[in-house]
C-alpha cells in the first residue's frame, strides 16, 4: 500500500514515482510527504544503493531525490523537499539541506533541488550556507498567501552552481486553484547530449595512365562456345593467360 500503489498508478499513467512517505503526527493528523515525477519517457533511478527517501533521521518524511536523463549528458540529481515550518534555519533545516548537497556531492552530478522551505530566500542568502552548498537560489516571487493580503516566498528552487546559467525562467502559477500555495515552475535549458553533423564524403578519383597490364595480355574469349567447350573460352590456354592476367592486375592494384 502507500507509495508502492501510487507508483504503480503512475506509472500506468505514463509517470515514474520517487517519494518519501508522510507522517502521523502527535495529533493523529499527516505531515510532510514529498515526491518527484518525471515522464516514462526520461531515464529515472535511484542513486547507486541510495533509497529514494533520503530524509534525515529526525526528519523523516522531508527529502527525496532520484536521479534523472535529463537537461544535460549525463543527467542531473533532482531532489524534493518540506522543511519544517515556523522555526527558519535551525539545525534539523540545515541537515536537510546539507543532506541533499552532500548526497550530490558524493554523485558528482548537478543539484535541482525543489521544496517548501517554510522561510524566505533572503534567510539563506544571509546565513553564508550557500557558497559552500555550491548552491543558487532561483525564485518568481510570493507563493504562499495565507489571507489578509499578505504572501511569502516559500517555494523555490536550489540549482548547482554548474547548471545555475541554464535556467531562464521561474513562474509563479498565481490563477492555480491551490491554497496557500501556488505551484511554481522552472524553465531550463538543456545542453545537446551529442553533436551530429553530416558530411560528404566524395569518392576519390582513378589515378590517370595506361592501365597496369598490356591489351594483348588480355584472354581471347569467342563469340560463343565452340562445340565441346561449354565455358566459353577459346582454349585452354586462353582460359589460363585470364587467371595470369588476374594475377598480374591483384599484384599491381591489390
Known sequence: GGIADLSHTLLRMGWQFAGSPSIVTV???LSAGCGILVKISLGFAKLDTHP???SPPESPGRLCIAWVDAIQRGGVLMASGYLW??????GRNKRILCKAAETA????APLLFAADYNFPPSTLEQSGLLPLLGL???HGGPTFFPGAGSSKTFDYFLVSNSIAHLVSNVEVQLEAPTS???PTILTIQGTPRAYQARYLDAPKAFPLGDPPFACSDLPVFS???PAGNEGGLSDVEDCEGWE????IYEREMG
Open 180 to 182: 496557500p500555495h501556488r
Open 85 to 90: 515550518h515556523t522555526e527558519g534555519l535551525t
Open 136 to 138: 543558487s537560489i532561483c
Open 27 to 29: 495529533e493523529g493528523g
Open 244 to 247: 595470369d592476367c588476374c594475377g
Open 52 to 54: 529514494f527517501d533520503i
Open 105 to 108: 556531492a558524493s554523485h558528482g
Open 223 to 225: 563469340a560463343g562456345p
